[in-house]
């Protein structure tokens, strides 16, 4: 190495080395104007490429080689000899976090040209009953699903739960009963619930609801982002609790994304909906067509008339993405698709894209598209994708 660097350089750059996703865009950010330090990540990313070599052989080599580099290191720090025992000590006990860096990034065939094929998502959620009972709801897959007080829970094969065997219940009976309808990563599933209301479940989000509605209101409670088409019922509010907002309809359809950590959007469709916000006092009509948006860490909403289909084209099978952030975009793919992102350049994170794709299509070719900007390079190596700045 042409500069000296000491132990905490050396220990920085091995963290990002090991854990990308973690470490990665902060140390970008903080070294963005060092370039010592940039070149310090890039020369032990090529004794991490060279590592890989390393691999092949076995143990006895593998020290030689480590010996060879070591030697090479103490030439040129021949002033900082006692640094250079310590650095060297800590090289070699990060090769096994570098070594399994490369593992992961490069999991290709025995060939090393094959990618492996990224899955995409399908219909499927977990049921939890008032009792604490977990059922597992696949595609394709009918099941009867015995409630108390002689409920029955119909999981058909077209991916939809519905309720059955209350009509005839009286409200007290089934009061306090509740379920949750859990959908994981890579999935989606659709819920009808007693009074009719059609509920659509997003990837990562979750429904608790009464197996009856009781009382002069409608309640459920929403984690991540769901489509609903409420059943009217002027006597009888609906209403949907987020962790900072309570949304109350007669009888309309919404869109609601309130996953955790990511800005809220309450999005219209038809109808009408009043808004209540945990942070504001007062509430807000929403029209047709308009957008509730509350940012991180915000304490007011902000109404306006969007595009509807940008927040609303999931439950229609498909992505729509209007002037999006690249990182906000990827995050989206991420719950529908099995893959990991590694930005390689942290400001491409903000680059503003179009596009409209299929759910059902290969993953491969939503990543051409954004390729085909020329803007950014996309390798996909195992599950994991490296983007990078095409002009950098």
Known sequence: MKKSYNHDQLEEVFQVLKNPQKYGANFFQKYESSQQMLDLYKELRQYKESGQKLEQIDA???????????????????RKRGWMIAASVAVLLSCAFI?????IVNQMDQDGNQLVQIEKGNSKALLITSGGNEY????????????KEGVQIHADSNHVVQYTGIAGESDESLA???NTLKVPRLGE?????SDGTKVW????????????????????????EAYFAVEKNPDKPFLVKTKSTTTRVLGTEFNVSAYPNEELNITLVEGSIELKSKQTSGK??????????????GDQIHVSQVDVRKYTAWREGYFYFEKERLEDILTKLERWYDFKV??????????????RADRNEDFAEIISRLEQTRRISMQLKGNVIVVSDVNR
Not at 99 to 103: L, N
């Open 189 to 193: 599933y659709q819920l009808v619930l």
């Open 342 to 355: 590694f930005y390689q350049n942290p400001a491409v994170k903000d680059y503003i894209f179009r596009m």
């Open 201 to 224: 479940l997003n990837s990562e989000s979750e429904l608790r609801y009464p197996v009856k509605f009781t009382g002069e209101t409608r309640e459920v409670e929403l984690l991540g």
């Open 136 to 147: 597992r709801l696949d595609e394709g897959i009918n099941r009867i699903i015995s409630e």
């Open 284 to 297: 807000q009509r929403l029209i047709p067509g308009d957008n509730a948006n509350l940012k991180i860490g």
């Open 99 to 103: 070594f399994q860096f490369d593992r």
């Open 60 to 78: 006895p080599n593998i020290g030689l080689e480590w010996q060879k580099l070591t030697y090479k290191l103490k030439e040129q720090q021949r």
């Open 176 to 178: 306090d009963l509740f």
